[in-house]
């Protein structure tokens, strides 16, 4: 079996011309949970979406393997179906496309709402409109575990939940997609989530760069609330 799932090596990245990632090392393996924690503006999302190779970011240096294949030039779609798989932070409404249709179109399977708790009503809404936050993130949900993916990135998946929704959708995270051992990458600013998936690695972003790499979680997110990011500069580096 191959080792490494996913490896970033040193790689800067701009957005319009903006630098905006400076240098990212990154590994993770297959059936492994790992946090990225980082304040706002720090490059979360843009390292989430260079992942999934969303094209408005360019790569001026450095390189993205898959299953230690390079795929640093290949389209979204390529790495979807490799199984890359993001939960936008904040996904689309569109109108006249209802939920269940494009579970069964992604999956081809007809999706079980009883399985996972939901009421029939929800998946014949129209998508994400007039969706709480919560409906949102469990519409991200489903659709990712549709495509079943080896990978998940779930762009703050966190942020506007109350404590009983994020457990709700922890417990299916763990059910669906950590208990079959898919790997997660968490990525958070709060980082509420971490309490109920505990990450074996938690990787924390400053100004575009990882500057810890830590596998107390708690120790990480004691830290920040106490000092802030700048204090995690001093954090001892596990992998580099
Ligand atoms: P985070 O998710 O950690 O809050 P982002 O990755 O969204 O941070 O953004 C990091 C920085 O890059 C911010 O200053 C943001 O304004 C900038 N940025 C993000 N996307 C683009 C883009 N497409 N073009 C220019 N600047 C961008
Ligand atoms: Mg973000």
Redesign the pocket.
Same mark, same amino acid.
Not at 40 to 46: D, H
């Given at each position: 079996m191959i080792k490494m799932l996913l490896t970033l090596k040193n790689l800067y990245v701009a957005?319009?011309g !903006?630098k905006?990632l400076n240098g990212i090392d990154f590994q993770i393996r297959h059936n492994e949970v790992q946090a990225l924690l980082?304040p706002?503006?720090?490059?979360?999302?843009?390292l989430a979406q260079v992942i999934l190779g969303n094209p !408005?970011?360019e790569i001026i240096k450095g390189g993205i393997f898959f299953e230690e294949r390079e795929i640093t030039k290949l389209s979204m779609e390529k790495r979807a179906k490799l199984g890359i798989a993001l939960s936008w932070q904040s996904p689309p409404a569109i109108k006249g496309v209802k939920l269940s249709q494009l579970l069964e179109k992604i999956s081809k399977i007809k999706f079980e709402s009883k399985k996972l708790d939901l009421t029939p009503r929800f998946l014949e809404r129209e998508l994400n409109l007039e969706f709480s936050g919560g409906e949102k993130k469990l519409s991200e949900l489903l659709q990712i575990l549709s495509l079943k993916p080896k990978l998940v990135i779930f762009d703050e998946i966190d942020s506007g939940l109350d404590i009983k929704k994020l457990e709700k959708v922890a417990k299916i995270i763990k059910k669906e997609l950590v208990a079959k051992g898919i790997s997660i990458l968490l990525i958070t600013h709060s980082g509420t989530i971490l309490r109920f998936l505990k990450p074996k690695i938690t990787n924390v972003i400053l100004n575009g760069k990882i500057i810890c790499k830590e596998k107390d979680y708690k120790k990480v997110l004691r830290t920040i609330r106490k000092y802030d990011y700048e204090k995690c500069k001093k954090c001892k580096l596990l992998a580099d």
């Open positions: 957005g319009n !903006k905006i980082g706002n503006g720090s490059g979360k999302s843009t !408005k970011y």
